[in-house]
């Protein structure tokens, strides 16, 4: 047993890797280990140093040089070892394998192979060449683990500050038009920047770059003229690097701040148009790729693979496999490749709330644990030690809101259902797995009547799950839709009362009265608050909270910073309204812009259906009732002579038929996926599409 110790120190060199994954003591343990080996050597100052420390600043890496260049030379030395050892059994192994004799492999092996049969004479080497042959098996492997594993980490990191550099360029846009807005308002530049870092959620990877400014400014006190031009030294973005240099330049000169940001402003709009148009000629190119590659080709290969099937051999195993694996994980590599691709991001709306600042309304806030908004707590004593006679109103009031979601599912399941179209997965799959087991009945062992047995209830229960995820998810965007088709007029509407010297109070009380279709009835509801004592800000945070969407959610976030500032925040409002129209704009041409290729993609599905649905039902059966071999071939058309098929056996004809229901199911389900991705951004608006092309499907092979 003495042969399994080395390949035991192996896998306990590899153990700490994979523990510290899960295990924040052996994160420490790793750090302080590759420290003490290494950190004296990476610490030395040097080109390659600065080189990687760009790299850790660009990716924005959570931990110091030293540490992660340390843990990167501790990563390459474990597995190398590990390595060297591996491949101490990997040579072993080969060994074993090779001692079948040169002449039953030659005889196993076409002729045009036979000189590999001379490999098997590896074994009659003699004890220095065997030595030779694992040391050298041995390092190589060890080596390049240990190489590639030091390479990798520092490639890994080019790789995160491209893609950083991606999601700034898009949401640089709107970054900069909510920094044009606020200094219209009249509020501080330095506090614009500290408001934009607040609510970073909202404004994406450009606001968290900027964040990096901001930091030096409050915690080191570095100048905001040093702390721009370093953010702009160290961003991996192109366009916030030229950002950031002119910004400083404008601030160190003197130069209208509020110029310079309208001409950026005006800047970014236009790009943005020319950025849509190169986003849409990549969703065609993906739209073409995968109607070429994953629907007429393995169109083509099936047909393929039938004809020489049914005239040549059996082909029914490969075709199997490339129904059965080729099809999906294709399908599935491709719609990854298109997430990554397209990931220039749109914003999104963070989940934690925490980052929206808390209201104070008469000492209670909108936070759930009680904190004021100037980072206190409610007191339960007054300042003369006397017991406040509200704190136990305030305690119930605060138990009440930790029980306040809860509370809100219970009262409202079919909202928060609407909410959360995919919490009806819930009830939908238990409900689709216990259709296909009563559908089902006893399972045959054998996989094949397994899969003639389960298919259709298969298919009816993700038909079923499907659609009901899908009229939930296209209920709630419909909601969406409709009120962001409004906002920009709301805010023009809000811009031109608060422009006439109404206050936002009394403005948001005239709009109540006005006709603005789906966004009239939270706007009625944000009256309420503030009718009920709430503070305008708020109210205005509630009702963002309740229509949850991006384009509500930066306007809400801009109107409210910007009353801060000043209660005239018209010229900040009619720059939301522009930013809203911009992007609703850019949603409607992308829409109508994919629609063809949308059609293009149904076509070709089916076309899918038409050809397998043809093969199906005329081609093969035609062939199996000529029973070929037999009797004269008397089910052959007229004018087809039966020597044609001479020696061709007969056909396995509901074996073609499940194949090709399941090859179609596939195509249904992933055409649907991608119709969806290119169309509308998201696999969950292929939902739709998913049930219509299955529902298609279901109905073509209920005629066979």
Known sequence: ???????????????????????????????????????????????????????????????????????????????????????????????????????TVRAQLPTALAFLANLTRVTELGLTNLFVLVFVSSATVGTALAFGVYYFRWAMLDEKADARGSEIEAT?????????????????FPAILDTLTRNRDVYGEAAVEIGVAVRDMN??????????????????????????????????SGQSLSNFLKDQYDRYQEEAEAQQRQYLDLLSTFAEAYVTVLVAGPLFLITILVVIGLVLQETLDLLRVVVYLGVPLSSIAFIAYIDSSTKTISETLGQDRSEIPSIEISGIT??????????????????????DEWAASRERLELYTKFESALGWIRSPGELVLRNPEYSFLVTVPVGLWWVGLRSGSVPLSPLAALRTVDTPVVEAILFATGVFALLYEINKRRVKAIERVIPDFLDRLASINDAGVSIVQSIERLTRSDLDALSPELRRAWEDVRWGADVRAAFRRMERRIDSPMMTRATVLITNAMTASGEIAPVLEIAADEARASRRLQRERRQEMLTYLMVIYISFFVFIGIV???????????????????????????????????????????????????????????????????????????????????????????L
């Open 613 to 703: 649905f043809a093969l199906s039902s005329s081609f093969i059966p035609a062939i199996d009732s000529a029973n070929l071999g037999g009797a004269g071939g008397s089910g052959l058309p007229s004018g087809v002579s039966s020597s044609v098929f001479a020696g061709l056996g007969s056909v396995d004809t509901s074996a073609y038929t499940l194949l090709f229901f399941h090859a179609a199911v596939m195509q249904a389900i992933f055409s649907g996926l991608v119709a969806g991705q290119l169309g509308e951004g998201s696999l969950a608006d292929g939902a739709k599409h998913v049930v219509v092309l299955l529902t298609l499907t279901v109905i073509a092979f209920l005629f």
């Open 1 to 103: 047993m003495l042969w399994v110790l080395p390949l035991l120190f192996a896998a306990a060199l590899l153990g700490p890797l994979l523990a510290e994954q899960v295990s924040q003591g052996t994160n420490l343990l790793l750090s302080r280990v590759s420290l003490s080996l290494f950190g004296d050597y990476v610490a030395n100052e040097s080109p390659r140093k600065q080189d990687q420390q760009s790299r850790l600043r660009a990716a924005h890496v959570e931990t110091t040089h030293r540490v992660y260049a340390a843990r990167t030379l501790l990563y390459s030395l474990l597995l190398g070892i590990s390595g060297s050892i591996f491949g101490v059994y990997g040579a072993a192994v080969l060994l074993w394998v090779l001692r079948i004799s040169g002449e």
């Open 219 to 252: 915690t080191f006190g570095t100048d905001v003229l040093s702390a721009l031009d370093r953010m702009a030294d160290r961003t991996p973005s192109e366009g916030m690097e030229e950002f950031g240099e002119n910004l400083a330049s404008v601030l160190g």
């Open 172 to 188: 640089l846009p709107r970054t900069i038009a909510f920094i044009y807005a606020l200094s219209r308002s009249g509020m501080a």
């Open 366 to 387: 909108d936070r759930p644990d009680g904190m004021l908004a100037d980072g206190g707590r409610a007191s339960p004593a007054t300042e003369g030690g006397v017991a």
